[in-house]
């Protein structure tokens, strides 16, 4: 897939009738993934830190759940973490989905569903 830009998009989790869009922020240089979800107390939707393969919670205040992504934006985990955590690389991730905890059960979001970015500008 291509690379994205910082901004805003929408992701669709899932397909046809049943997909759930979800208002998204995108974090593609180095600087928007460093920041990601540090010093927020709430998130609306979710953010794809693009690339990446693991993240932290190490100065969050929230829960946070966590959807590593592969090549073809399908979903090869979901994990929940509380802040002050190391999340282990996942091997085949090539992006990460983050979200408010219990947002992405809320949306379907588990593994083997695949997403995709719309509006995201790839």
């Known amino acids: 897939m291509g690379r994205w830009r910082d901004g805003r998009g929408v992701l669709v989790v899932g397909e046809g009738e049943g997909a759930v869009t979800v208002p998204l922020e995108i974090a593609a240089s180095y600087r928007a993934r460093t920041r990601g979800l540090l010093g927020r107390d709430s998130l609306d939707g979710a953010m794809l830190l693009s690339p990446a393969s693991s993240v932290h919670t190490f100065r969050m205040r929230m829960p946070i759940d966590v959807a590593y992504l592969d090549r073809h934006?399908?979903?090869?985990?979901?994990?929940?973490?509380?802040?002050?955590?190391?999340?282990?690389?996942?091997?085949?991730?090539?992006?990460?989905?983050?979200?408010?905890?219990?947002a992405m059960a809320r949306w379907g979001l588990r593994a083997g569903v695949r997403v995709s970015f719309p509006s995201a500008g790839n």
């Open 73 to 102: 934006l399908r979903v090869v985990a979901v994990r929940t973490m509380p802040p002050g955590r190391i999340g282990r690389p996942r091997l085949r991730a090539r992006h990460v989905l983050e979200a408010e905890a219990g």
